[in-house]
């Protein structure tokens, strides 16, 4: 069966801090895959998504960037945080051809 | 372009109430819809789907039926537990987009009380 990590689960980081979340999936080639931030009291937002190795693809334009070093790593990056990056950021993956995404247990971010 | 609209809440019932949680959309072509949970602290669970009109997703007790007519996916249950209490996110992913996307509507917040 598929699964999905995130890691960290949680994350406090000072403004003007590096930021580096991996999320990684299990039981599955060539999955797509997605970040998504769901800030305090709203929905989701999708940031990223990736349909293979080195393809990124950005939703809106900000402060953070995707990596995909290997099928089934996915990175969200910063060089430096800023506040309102603070939030609940999802990672996601979806096989080919299905119409299901399924979504990793999420790691919360404050930036003080 | 395409969007989610759902009731943004908080929505709080009684334990064995029932629960009507409207969600519509606007989409080019013909969408799938989804119902996901987010339990408090952890991510998104695929609660329920339905990939054509008229098509019922069922889970868990609970209800959405595509309607092509009003463009709308409401999700019904009829006698809610305390163990519901989270976020429902209404969802829809549109295949005629240029690139795959799920678009999620706002969220609402249910608490249910013994």
């Known amino acids: 069966s598929q699964t999905i990590h995130q890691w960290p689960a949680t994350l406090v980081q000072p403004v003007g801090s590096p930021l580096s979340l991996e999320c990684t999936v299990e039981?599955?080639?060539?999955?797509?895959l997605y970040w998504y931030r769901q800030a305090a009291g709203r929905g989701l937002q999708l940031l990223f998504y990736?349909?293979?190795?080195?393809?990124i693809s950005s939703e809106v334009p900000q402060n953070l960037s995707a990596s995909r070093p290997q099928d089934r790593q996915f990175i969200l990056s910063s060089k430096k945080l800023l506040l309102s990056d603070s939030g609940f950021y999802l990672c996601?993956?979806?096989?080919?051809?299905?119409?299901?995404?399924?979504f990793g247990p999420g790691t919360r971010l404050l930036v003080l | 372009g395409n969007s989610v609209t759902q009731m943004e809440g908080p929505v709080t019932l009684s334990e064995e109430a029932f629960l009507t949680i409207n969600c519509t959309y606007t989409?080019?072509?013909?969408?799938?819809l989804f119902w996901y949970v987010q339990y408090p602290g952890e991510g998104l669970q695929l609660l329920l789907k339905?990939?054509?009109?008229?098509d019922k997703g069922s889970n868990k007790g609970f209800e959405a039926t595509y309607r092509k007519e009003t463009t709308s996916f409401h999700l019904e249950k009829g006698s809610v537990q305390v163990s519901d209490s989270a976020v429902y996110f209404c969802?829809?992913?549109?295949?005629?987009?240029?690139?795959?996307?799920?678009?999620f509507g706002p969220g609402t917040s249910l608490s249910v009380i013994p």
């Open positions: 990736s349909v293979g190795i080195g393809q």
């Open positions: 989409a080019t072509g013909y969408p799938s």
């Open positions: 996601a993956w979806r096989n080919t051809g299905s119409e299901t995404q399924y």
């Open positions: 969802a829809l992913r549109s295949v005629k987009t240029s690139y795959d996307k799920v678009i």
């Open positions: 039981g599955t080639s060539n999955p797509n």
């Open positions: 339905a990939t054509k009109a008229d």
